[in-house]
């Protein structure tokens, strides 16, 4: 499994866990708005270390008015 950057059911970007930065590899990580499984701490530290900025890259520039 991959860690979901944006929740599948909710569209929340929020995340909870329980003990934080203690906390295992193991660790599940939840959606702060549904609680609903995003993956685990281990695979959202290696995302944050893998330097795929790809990622939060957006076709369009967002327009401010």
């Not at 860690?3 to 329980?18: N, W």
């Not at 685990?40 to 939060?56: K, M, P, Q, V, Y």
Request: glycine residues 6%.
């Amino acid at each position: 499994m991959a860690f979901q950057l944006v929740c599948a059911k909710c569209d929340s970007v929020g995340v909870i866990m329980d003990h934080g930065e203690l906390a295992p590899p193991s660790t599940i990580v939840r959606c702060s708005h549904c609680e609903a499984e995003r993956g685990t701490l281990g695979e959202l530290r290696n995302l944050a270390i893998s330097h795929r900025r790809d990622l939060f890259d957006t076709a369009e520039p967002p327009q401010f008015n």
